[in-house]
């Protein structure tokens, strides 16, 4: 438990809370960013915030606000 304290919580999200396959096994971590077919760049980041938060019981609000923050640098 005390290595897990230490971590951040996408660091969390990435390594605990990923799709698993039907026996338990963690599938490979997604990349964060990617492109579409006509080569837009995709950031998953907000989302992968948002997927975790919501597991950890906070409101979209709170996430929104928590995300503008974190986007500002305060």
Sequence with gaps: MSEVSNLTMRQISLLY?????NKGIPRPIKQMYDYDEDG???DRSKD????LGMALGLTPEELE???EEAQSGK
């Design 17 to 21: 809370y990923r799709e698993r396959d």
């Design 40 to 42: 837009k760049l995709i």
């Design 48 to 51: 992968e915030f948002f997927n």
């Design 65 to 67: 606000r928590r995300w």
